[in-house]
Nanobody
Framework: VQLVESGGGLVQPGGSLRLSCFSSGFTDCMAWFRQRQGKEREGVAAIEPSSFSYADSVEGRFTISQDNANNTLYLQMNHLTPEDTAMYYC???????????????????????????????WGQGTQVTVSS
């Protein structure tokens, strides 16, 4: 699976940006993570058909969505603050079978920030800088 992000840039506080991520493979379990300078990578939002998860820090400001026809994941970011400055990464992961239930593991990673790097596919990242 190859993931290619775009849409990052410089924006003023209070502004908006929309990130995009094209996936060459599966799209039924995807997410956005970010890594601020000097900090660990953290979850932002995850999506699977009919289910979303958001980190508390972005709830109500960011919206994750996807266009399955075009294998593209989006992150609409509104009311940006300097604390949102980070490298943003697109992620995809295979679903995990737990008995009769198929789960997207990225939801738990986003909420807990316990990231399984070895079983997750990553894009190269796109930089978002919020500054006046």
């Amino acid at each position: 699976v190859q993931l290619v992000e775009s849409g990052g840039g410089l924006v003023q506080p209070g502004g908006s940006l929309r990130l995009s991520c094209f996936s060459s493979g599966f799209t039924d379990c995807m997410a956005w993570f970010r890594q601020r300078q000097g900090k660990e990578r953290e979850g932002v939002a995850a999506i699977e058909p009919s289910s979303f998860s958001y980190a508390d820090s972005v709830e109500g400001r960011f919206t994750i969505s996807q266009d399955n026809a075009n294998n593209t994941l989006y992150l609409q970011m509104n009311h940006l603050t300097p604390e949102d400055t980070a490298m943003y990464y697109c992620a995809a992961a295979p679903r995990e079978q737990h008995g009769p239930v198929s789960l997207c593991p990225l939801h738990h990673m986003v909420i807990s920030n316990i990231i399984k790097y070895e079983t997750t596919y990553w894009g190269q990242g796109t930089q978002v800088t919020v500054s006046s």
